[in-house]
């Protein structure tokens, strides 16, 4: 038996409503506001037409599923009904069908039909809730039969009993239908034409849960520069907010979305327009469909979907990373997640600003509904933790997709059907209410100012919070377009600092190819990393208010100056300038130690100090020849012999560190020079606190 399978890709919810259970979903087929499929062939009609959809099958024992999405909350009262006007053709059958399209398989089936001589009977089929129910046909002298006859079929769930109603008579009732599905529609058999006048689905279902104070604002199309004539999706804009990476098809296919072409981007010029789009070209691009995922801070790294060969052709499902070269971005390599599977069709995934974190949008053994959000966690031996589903808050029957972690590695946006809503897929936002990954705030939608009747997903916004990026069919040019916003404040992510510079060997102040490594200065831990650019040492890290930070750059051969940072009483966004400065290891090179502290006139280090200590325990360990001279320095506040004491003191405190991790004493020496050797004026604090330092002197390598 053939069977035609015709998908459309657009959801509907109205909120108007009716006795009892309200309206869900209305189609009464005046226009194909629903994208039914149309289609006529020596196969197959399916056609709107005043008023109605014209299905006929044409073939002997040929099977015709055509159906929409309209997704309803099946653990909940609900009622589908539709009615049908038999035209033309065989006894076999007709009627309403519904099924879970969003596997990689088939898992769940209904199908509820009538024939022309008085016959109905229900069948469901499902392969992972384990119930099969096969009804044998039966007759009915309710149902209107012959040519030109019309019959109105009801499924109706109540208190989790299914019953089948035909004119309104119930024919039977079942208990505990597991699943419904997201598909509905019709089914024709065997050269049967039909006429459908109408198809609702009612169900009472929550208000829609609006952010609050949304403000009006208006989204803009960023126009012929990025958006084509076809579909145009998957914005990634940079955190700094000057480069759009996005997705373009190639061709006008009737595919989900995700599947466009080649991976592009633009750049925005210093009018802030931007430039016109460009492709990202060999090795990003291959012949399967490609986007980028995520960019990292210092917009050098591109997380992308999908794996790839060494030739750069396409692996299969999953995620890779391309770097920034002198010369274009590296060959995508594999990202590593452990038990990684998914038994959906599409994916999609962000990236933390701190490189450290994954949110997933796949299908698992677990999900609750189709795709759920999980998390996954860096390891050290850079691989990736198996997901974990990040729990019912935020995952539904429905579809979560699209998911967007703001700079704040708090803030997360993301896209569902699965939530009372103003259309097809509405975008949400939840906070992380602590360090738990499945403890999260009760999502808010962002109102119908960014959400339509229409499609709308892919919110993601720069470090700045400023303007969030979005994709609309919503008076789009094509299919669907690239938007531009302005964020409400009650939609922000918590403020950060973008800290910016260059990585510049200290003797040439040459730029040079680096990873930058930050930590919190008060217990040592890692917060994240990044790449300066290989061609002009120009990096970015992204840093969350609150704390102090530091900060280095490191390279094989070299030796790092550090920096640090206190952002403990920044409230607001904020851009601040840094280079980095790496030094070659050579005799008589010095370094200064910017983050060892010290307790106040005391030899006793703070916690903060260990991390740069350690630091340069390993450089020793990397290099044994290398044999160091300690200096300690203090301002000129107070007794000049104290301050040769304390500086001495403070010199053997660090000896001593070194020693206690397998540095050899031999290789160290050291002396406190007090206030002798200021490398500033004594006149303010901001001055004075350079000349409280300690440094090492490379003195044999």
């Not at 709107?48 to 040929?62: D, F």
């Not at 709308?456 to 789009?476: I, K, M, N």
């Not at 320095?633 to 206690?660: C, F, M, Q, W």
Request: hydrophobic share 30%; with cysteine.
């Amino acid at each position: 038996m053939n069977r035609l399978i015709l998908l459309s890709i657009l959801y509907f919810f109205t909120s108007s409503c009716i006795a009892q259970l309200p309206l869900l979903f209305n189609e009464q087929f005046n226009d194909n506001t629903h994208a039914w499929p149309m289609y006529e062939d020596a196969k197959y009609n399916c056609l709107i037409k005043n008023g109605s959809y014209a299905i006929q099958e044409k073939s002997l024992e040929g099977t015709t599923f055509v159906s929409t999405p309209a997704l309803f909350d099946p653990s909940e009262d609900f009622e589908i009904e539709t009615k049908i006007t038999f035209e033309s053709g065989s006894s076999y059958g007709y009627g309403i069908c519904t099924k879970d399209l969003s596997h990689s398989k088939i898992t769940n089936e209904h199908y509820f039909t009538i024939s022309k001589n008085g016959y109905y009977r229900l069948n469901s089929y499902s392969t992972d809730k384990g119930d099969v129910i096969h009804q044998e046909w039966k007759t009915d002298p309710s149902i209107n039969q012959g040519a030109n006859q019309t019959n109105i079929l009801t499924i109706k769930q109540t208190n989790h009993k299914t019953s089948i109603l035909i004119n309104g008579k119930e024919m039977s009732t079942l208990s505990n239908i597991s699943y419904w599905g997201t598909e509905v529609g019709f089914i024709v058999y065997d050269t049967i034409s039909i006429q459908v006048d109408y198809l609702t689905i009612k169900q009472k279902h929550a208000e829609i849960n609006v952010l609050p104070n949304p403000a009006l604002l208006k989204k803009e199309n960023l126009g012929p520069s990025i958006n084509s004539k076809i579909e145009d999706v998957a914005p990634v804009i940079s955190h700094d907010g000057k480069t759009l990476y996005f997705a373009m098809r190639t061709e006008d296919k009737t595919d989900m979305l995700l599947y466009a072409g080649d991976a592009w981007y633009a750049t925005q010029n210093s009018s802030g327009n931007w430039e016109p789009k460009k492709n990202l070209g060999h090795p990003v691009n291959n012949d399967e469909a490609n986007f980028v995922i995520s960019v990292t801070p210092d917009n050098n790294s591109l997380m992308l979907n999908g794996r790839y060969t060494a030739d750069g052709k396409s692996y299969g499902d999953g995620f890779s990373i391309t770097h920034r070269e002198a010369k274009g971005w590296s060959l995508p390599e594999p990202v590593l997640v452990d038990d990684y599977y998914n038994d959906n069709e599409y994916n999609t995934f962000c990236l933390s600003a701190d490189r450290k974190t994954l949110i997933l949008s796949i299908e698992r053994k677990d999900t609750y509904g189709q795709k759920d959000l999980y998390v996954s966690f860096l390891k050290k031996d850079k691989t990736w933790t198996a997901p974990k589903n990040i729990g019912a808050t935020i995952n539904t029957y429905g579809d979560e997709g699209t998911p967007f972690l703001a700079a704040d590695g708090k803030t997360l946006y993301f896209s569902t059907n699965g939530k009372p809503g103003y259309g097809s897929a509405d975008i949400f936002l939840t906070r992380r209410k602590n360090d738990r990954w499945t403890s999260w705030t009760e999502p808010l939608n962002l109102g119908p100012q960014i959400n339509t009747q229409d499609w709308d997903a892919y919110y993601t916004l720069p470090a700045s919070g400023e303007y969030a990026y979005l994709v609309s069919s919503d008076h789009s040019t094509g299919g669907s377009d690239i938007f531009r916003v302005k964020v409400a404040e009650s939609a922000k992510p918590e403020p950060v600092v973008i800290i910016h510079g260059k990585v510049l060997d200290k003797n040439t102040k040459q730029p040079l190819a680096a990873t930058i490594n930050y930590h919190e200065l008060s217990t040592g831990n890692d917060v994240g990393s990044a790449r300066s650019n290989p061609t002009d040492g120009s990096y970015k890290i992204v840093l969350p208010y609150g704390m102090a930070y530091g900060f280095h750059a490191e390279k094989k051969d070299f030796l790092a100056e550090s920096d640090n940072i206190d952002l403990s009483t920044i409230k607001e966004y904020t851009e601040i300038e840094r280079d980095l400065y790496l030094s070659p290891i050579e005799i008589g090179k010095t370094i200064t130690l910017n983050n060892v502290f010290f307790v106040r006139s005391k030899a006793e280090l703070l916690p903060g100090s260990f991390s740069e200590l350690d630091r340069l325990v390993k450089v020793l360990a990397d290099n044994p020849e290398l044999k160091i001279e300690i200096s300690g320095h203090t301002d000129n506040i107070g007794d000049p012999a104290l301050n040769t004491k304390l500086s001495e003191d403070r010199v053997i405190t660090i000896k001593n560190y070194l020693i206690s991790k397998n540095i050899s004493t031999k290789r160290l020496s050291g002396k406190g020079y007090g206030g002798s050797k200021p490398i500033a004026s004594n006149a303010t604090e901001e001055t004075r606190k350079l000349n409280r330092r300690v440094e090492f002197i490379i003195i044999a390598k």
